[in-house]
């Protein structure tokens, strides 16, 4: 089966719609239309029923869903395999990574990677580290630059990049600026924390030194980026833990031995994914230079 139709048929699954799979594609609607009468001519079997405004897959469907899924990799890593073979690195990589790598650990390997191999496109996905996960372990992507749990899938290969120490910080007009004086954690248990996402592993290492002393914070502001908790600290609102490259003169460190950590920062890939030589150069890149 043509690996396109199956690519269009994966879209409409992903967004429960045609309309919405033929403006990914940049098709027409019949086209999209054609292309899954074209499926199920060559399957004998109807993939979708549209019932309503809902389109639900048939048993058929949720069989052919599996299937295209391992046909679309192994395809894309013959591709890969056979582009590793010739000399020029072009086309383009998909890489997944946060706002606050992206500006703060890869300015100067992208740099470098830009001006060795200018016939590469980067195509970046700006997710937090759990959503990049998803997306190497579900082959959306190549490669994610994340902050790396202890715990990851077989599938996935881990590379340790980058030491990300941590640091609690409030701003100077917060009530806990205390000059030279330790603030315990049942005191800062009191204030509202500013604080990444819970599904974070950044917010789990945080909220786990409370739990070691039988605390709970009592009050937490969820923001996704780590560039506007700093922006919500330095206005006093609350207090927060950050990566010590983010603390300048506008946050004052809070002195609290506990909250003093750091997470590991790399790049993780799909065991089972041949990866293209434009993804193995810049893996080359950021292990030289890290």
Same mark, same amino acid.
């Given at each position: 089966m043509d690996i396109e139709l199956l690519k269009t048929f994966l879209k409409i699954v992903e967004y429960s719609s045609f309309s919405n799979a033929a403006a990914e594609l940049n098709l027409t609607q019949p086209a999209v239309s054609k292309r899954v009468h074209s499926i199920e001519k060559q399957l004998g079997s109807k993939v979708f029923d549209r019932i309503g405004h809902q389109i639900l897959l048939t048993d058929a469907g949720e069989v052919l869903k599996v299937h295209a899924v391992k046909m679309i990799n192994a395809f894309e890593n013959c591709q890969h395999a056979i582009s590793n073979l010739q000399q020029e690195v072009r086309g383009t990589l998909e890489l997944a990574t946060s706002h606050h790598v992206a500006l703060h650990h890869l300015p100067s390997p992208l740099r470098n990677f830009n001006q060795t191999f200018p016939q590469v496109k980067i195509n970046f996905h700006f997710l937090n580290s759990e959503e990049a996960y998803q997306a190497v372990l579900s082959t959306k992507v190549e490669l994610a630059i994340i902050t790396l749990s202890p715990k990851h899938s077989s599938q996935i290969k881990a590379h340790k990049l980058w030491e990300d120490p941590l640091i609690p910080t409030i701003s100077p007009s917060h009530p806990l600026h205390k000059a030279n004086t330790p603030v315990s954690l049942e005191e800062l248990s009191q204030y509202v924390a500013i604080l990444p %996402? &819970?599904?974070?592993?950044?917010?789990?290492?945080?909220? %786990? &030194?409370?739990i070691e002393k039988s605390l709970r914070i009592q009050r937490v502001t969820d923001v996704n980026y780590l560039e506007t908790i700093k922006k919500l600290v330095e206005t006093g609102l609350g207090w927060s833990v950050l990566p010590t490259k983010m603390v300048d003169s506008s946050l004052i460190p809070i002195?609290?031995?506990?909250?003093?950590?750091?997470?590991?920062?790399?790049?993780?890939?799909h065991r089972s994914k041949t990866l293209s030589r434009a993804a193995v150069e810049f893996i080359n890149i950021l292990q030289k230079i890290r």
């Open positions: %996402e &819970k599904s974070t592993y950044t917010r789990e290492m945080i909220e %786990e &030194k409370f002195y609290n031995k506990e909250l003093n950590m750091s997470r590991q920062l790399g790049l993780i890939t």
